[in-house]
């Protein structure tokens, strides 16, 4: 069986083929750093502890902008 490793392709077309799969991969790098950064400011939780008697009661509000 003949070398499949270009599947036809000239070197120029490989080249341009590599370029984009790692501009593409940067890409998603750099929206899921922003998306990722950016995650912590939607909602803020509160936790209020209280005691009654010898049992600990927690409760959890959030402020939702």
């Known amino acids: 069986m003949e070398n499949m490793n270009k599947q036809g392709k000239t070197e120029e077309q490989v080249r341009s083929s590599q370029l984009l799969t790692f501009i ?13 950064m950016f995650n912590g400011c939607a909602t803020k939780t ?13 409760w959890y509000s959030t402020n939702e902008e």
């Open 24 to 36: 593409g991969f940067i890409g998603i790098m750099i929206i899921l750093g922003v998306a990722i």
């Open 46 to 58: 509160h936790v209020i502890t209280e005691w009654d008697g010898d049992r600990e009661i927690r």
